[in-house]
């Protein structure tokens, strides 16, 4: 297929400084959750991307110094030379596809609290380093700021030897040491780095000179800058001083990164923001500078990319999260295939990865962090390695990707579902107020399964045991999901609980099926990911008044992770959603639930018609058993591998549910599963260095 050439001007080239992308498509820097310590996966990780047509691919931020460093989380490192293999291993990989490596370097001062270093922290003014670590930094004199300088050059010349292409002067999130120079909250001095804004970006601009006359030469020069905090005055806005430093230092970077900060805001899941939000915070930068700007904004439409650059907002189109869902975005739509794009749903499971200091990992794409360690691409399976047959049961999440991946690889596949609709928990929650992007799981699905011959479907076609058995699949894989648990027993409950068998006590199945609670309602959230929150909020944009009860300490609190948290707490406070974090329930009685503080045991009843529980699943796993019981059957019946996978083996997320079925159909006829590489750290020659004196 040839390209659309309404997409063209995507594809054109772009001068940045001494360097030239090839086309109009970035990679700006995010975290992977990889970093110093897993560099071969990072590498494979962004080179895949290189790969997949973008012409600029980034690291996540990059320590320069321990006087400033992140651990735990898994960022880049960039302290001394010992550092160099490990990013030229990256930049080599990108380059080899044809496309620049760009590196974030970063001082973070304040937000790093430096747990592992010990090193106290630096900062423009005395301050408490954020968010909670009882730890102070301490106000930075001429001669650290000396340091740093140094410092910085020394990295950026280390990045020019390990072969980058594109240096940064990161300056975002409410993170970066020149942010919190320019920020009055941060910012209390009274010299020549305090006071004006002139005076407040002296250091910014210290850096851009210093790091253009170290590698300037031959490396791009960019800056990271959030114009915008959405704190009003309390922070730099558009309309004002992120518009003046922008104007103050226009020509000297060779490229300028803009966004909104902080990360939560950068970020925002499609629950709070569409596609393109930012264009209204950065679209002014074009204005006062002649130099390339890129920025984000989920981009997933080529119109919408076309859009931003003819209108003069964007020079480069930069995303993050939609180049973890499809590495392979820009080549699809040059190739002129953009029906086929992977397109990032805005659920900000990549996040988690690195707040939870793993690779990160994706509902859209279950190989993503996945490159090297067990060696996947994302657009390339291996071809069958027999003519089995494969059975998969149920078309959830999980059942559509197992079917897809195995149909890829040429094998016979015959999908059977129970109901009607396909996508399982994907097609019911998708209905939930924000969450219509979720469809995109089974869009996609859908789309590629209707162009493999391969794969045949099977609607309203529920299957017992004994018609498995009949058929005689070689190859039998289910995926029949799981049903919230109407006893109450989760995390916080682990006896079934008292009154769960009254009328008006229901679960999310009911919700999203159709069942209309009566009111008042209690909501009981013991799951504490998204979906308390989003029915809490359906049910009051319904009309009643809803009480939203958890044992955690706020709200939905595993969405902290999936930087969303805050948003949530603050739409239910607007919609004047009662809640009580912080309490048990112990017990249902007639119009009364019976709840109990997590820490004194105190009781109290609060009226309930409709008692919601939200706590455990159960993997609907009775096919899966009943077979198992009759294992001379299974041989009699030629079936010579049995697998239950996603939320039939194990209730969890719609990514662990869509990479269960895409591993299941990469194993099929493997004799073993599970493996894969792991980067280890050898010992040094010469261990130890050397010998500690004995106390006594």
Same mark, same amino acid.
């Given at each position: 297929?040839?390209?659309?050439p309404?997409?063209?001007?995507?594809?054109?080239?772009v001068?940045?400084?001494?360097?030239?992308?090839?086309?109009r498509f970035?990679?700006?820097p995010?975290?992977?959750?990889?970093?110093?310590r897993?560099?071969?996966?990072?590498?494979?990780?962004?080179?895949?991307k %290189?790969?997949?047509?973008?012409?600029?691919?980034c690291?996540?931020?990059?320590?320069?110094?321990p006087? =400033?460093?992140?651990s735990?989380y898994a960022e880049?490192?960039?302290?001394?030379?010992?550092d160099?293999p490990?990013?030229?291993r990256?930049?080599?990989?990108v380059?080899?596809?044809?496309?620049? %490596?760009?590196?974030?370097?970063?001082f973070n001062?304040? %937000?790093?609290p430096?747990?592992f270093?010990r090193?106290?922290?630096l900062?423009?003014?005395?301050?408490?380093?954020?968010?909670?670590d009882?730890?102070?930094?301490?106000?930075m004199?001429?001669s650290?700021?000396?340091?740093?300088?140094r410092?910085?050059?020394?990295?950026a010349?280390?990045?020019?030897?390990?072969?980058f292409?594109?240096?940064?002067?990161y300056?975002?999130?409410?993170?970066g040491?020149?942010?919190?120079f320019?920020?009055?909250?941060?910012?209390r001095?009274?010299?020549?780095?305090?006071?004006?804004?002139?005076?407040?970006?002296?250091l910014?601009?210290e +850096?851009?000179?210093?790091?253009?006359?170290?590698?300037?030469?031959?490396?791009?020069?960019a800056?990271?800058?959030a114009v915008?905090?959405?704190?009003?005055?309390d922070g730099?806005?558009?309309?004002?001083?992120g518009r003046?430093?922008?104007?103050?230092?226009?020509?000297?970077?060779?490229?300028?990164?803009?966004?909104?900060?902080?990360?939560?805001?950068? #970020?925002?899941?499609a629950?709070f923001?569409p596609?393109?939000?930012?264009?209204?915070?950065?679209?002014?930068?074009?204005q006062v500078?002649?130099? $390339?700007?890129?920025?984000?904004?989920?981009?997933?439409?080529?119109?919408?990319?076309?859009?931003?650059?003819?209108?003069?907002v964007?020079?480069?189109?930069?995303?993050?999260?939609?180049s973890?869902?499809?590495?392979f975005l820009?080549?699809?739509?040059?190739?002129?295939?953009?029906?086929?794009?992977?397109e990032?749903?805005?659920?900000?499971i990549c996040?988690?990865?690195?707040?939870?200091?793993v690779?990160?990992?994706c509902?859209?794409?279950?190989?993503?962090?996945?490159?090297?360690r067990?060696?996947w691409?994302?657009?390339?399976? $291996?071809?069958k390695? =027999?003519?089995?047959r494969v059975?998969?049961?149920?078309?959830?999440?999980?059942?559509?990707e197992?079917a897809?991946?195995?149909?890829q690889?040429?094998?016979a596949?015959?999908?059977a579902?129970?109901?009607?609709?396909l996508?399982?928990?994907?097609s019911?929650?998708?209905?939930?107020?924000?969450?219509?992007?979720?469809?995109?799981v089974?869009?996609?699905r +859908?789309?590629? +399964?209707?162009?493999?011959?391969?794969?045949?479907?099977?609607?309203?076609?529920?299957?017992?045991?004994?018609q498995?058995?009949?058929f005689?699949?070689?190859q039998?894989?289910?995926?029949?999901?799981s049903?919230?648990r109407?006893?109450?027993?989760?995390?916080?409950?682990?006896?079934?609980?008292q009154?769960?068998?009254?009328?008006?006590?229901?679960?999310?199945?009911?919700?999203?099926?159709?069942?209309?609670?009566?009111?008042?309602?209690?909501?009981?959230?013991?799951?504490?990911?998204?979906?308390?929150g989003?029915?809490?909020?359906?049910?009051?944009r319904?009309g009643?008044?809803?009480?939203?009860?958890t044992?955690?300490?706020d709200?939905?609190?595993?969405t902290?992770?999936?930087l969303?948290?805050? #948003?949530?707490?603050?739409?239910l406070?607007e919609?004047?959603?009662?809640?009580r974090p912080?309490q048990?329930l112990?017990?249902i009685?007639?119009?009364?639930?019976?709840?109990?503080?997590?820490?004194?045991?105190?009781?109290q009843r609060?009226? %309930?018609? =409709?008692v919601?529980?939200?706590?455990?699943?159960?993997?609907?796993?009775?096919?899966?058993r009943?077979?198992?019981?009759?294992p001379?059957a299974?041989a009699?019946?030629?079936?010579t =591998?049995?697998?239950?996978?996603?939320?039939?083996l194990a209730?969890g997320?719609?990514?662990a549910?869509?990479?269960g079925?895409?591993?299941a159909?990469?194993?099929?006829?493997?004799?073993?599963y599970?493996?894969?590489?792991r980067?280890?750290?050898?010992?040094s020659?010469?261990?130890p260095?050397?010998?500690?004196?004995?106390?006594?």
């Open positions: 297929m040839s390209r659309d309404r997409y063209d001007l995507l594809f054109e080239p001068r940045i400084g001494p360097v030239t992308a090839r086309n970035y990679q700006v995010h975290c992977a959750g990889m970093g110093h897993e560099p071969s996966a990072s590498a494979a990780m962004r080179a895949m %290189a790969e997949g047509g973008w012409a600029v691919v690291t996540e931020e990059c320590d320069i110094h006087a =400033s460093e992140f735990p880049a490192r960039l302290w001394d030379d010992r160099i490990a990013l030229a990256m930049a080599e990989a380059q080899s596809h044809g496309a620049l %490596a760009g590196i974030e370097l970063a001062g304040a %937000a790093a430096n747990r270093s090193e106290i922290p900062a423009p003014s005395d301050t408490v380093v954020e968010p909670y009882p730890v102070q930094a301490r106000a004199d001429k650290d700021i000396r340091d740093l300088r410092w910085h050059r020394a990295a010349l280390r990045a020019r030897k390990a072969g292409d594109i240096v940064y002067v300056a975002g999130h409410d993170l040491l020149p942010m919190h320019l920020s009055r909250r941060h910012n001095r009274g010299d020549e780095y305090g006071g004006s804004l002139e005076n407040r970006a002296r910014l601009r +850096l851009i000179e210093d790091t253009k006359e170290a590698v300037g030469d031959r490396c791009a020069v800056v990271r800058l915008e905090e959405l704190l009003g005055e730099l806005t558009a309309e004002a001083e003046e430093v922008i104007e103050l230092l226009a020509e000297l970077p060779d490229l300028w990164d803009v966004n909104v900060s902080g990360w939560r805001n950068d #970020s925002q899941t629950r923001g596609e393109g939000a930012q264009e209204a915070y950065v679209a002014f930068v074009k500078t002649s130099k $390339p700007v890129v920025g984000v904004g989920r981009f997933t439409s080529p119109d919408a990319m076309v859009s931003q650059i003819k209108r003069g964007l020079d480069l189109i930069g995303a993050a999260r939609p973890i869902a499809d590495p820009p080549r699809k739509i040059e190739e002129g295939r953009p029906e086929e794009i992977r990032c749903i805005g659920c900000n996040v988690t990865g690195d707040n939870d200091i690779p990160l990992r509902t859209q794409n279950p190989t993503m962090g996945e490159e090297w067990r060696g691409h994302p657009e390339i399976v $291996p071809p390695a =027999s003519d089995d059975l998969v049961v149920g078309g959830g999440p999980a059942g559509l197992c897809r991946a195995a149909g690889r040429g094998y596949v015959t999908l579902e129970a109901g009607r609709a996508g399982g928990r994907v019911l929650e998708s209905r939930l107020p924000g969450l219509a992007s979720w469809a995109r089974r869009d996609y +859908l789309a590629c +399964l209707a162009a493999l011959p391969e794969v045949e479907i099977y609607r309203e076609s529920r299957l017992d045991a004994t498995i058995l009949e005689g699949f070689e039998v894989i289910l995926a029949t999901g049903a919230w109407r006893d109450g027993i989760g995390r916080a409950i682990r006896r079934p609980l009154g769960c068998e009254r009328p008006g006590v229901l679960t999310p199945d009911d919700l999203l099926t159709g069942t209309r609670p009566a009111g008042p309602v209690l909501i009981y959230d013991d799951d504490h990911y998204y979906l308390g989003v029915l809490a909020e359906k049910l009051r319904d009643l008044e809803v009480t939203l009860v044992p955690a300490p709200v939905s609190h595993w902290h992770n999936t969303e948290q805050n #948003s949530i707490q603050k739409r406070l919609l004047e959603v009662a809640l912080q048990g112990s017990a009685h007639d119009g009364e639930a019976e709840l109990a503080c997590v820490f004194t045991g105190r009781r609060l009226p %309930a018609a =409709s919601v529980l939200i706590t455990a699943r159960t993997p609907k796993d009775q096919v899966y009943a077979l198992m019981r009759r001379e299974l009699e019946a030629g079936i =591998s049995l697998r239950r996978i996603g939320d039939c209730p997320t719609i990514a549910a869509v990479y079925g895409h591993r159909a990469r194993e099929i006829d493997q004799k073993q599970g493996e894969f590489q980067e280890v750290v050898a010992l020659q010469g261990w260095p050397f010998v500690p004196a004995r106390l006594g």
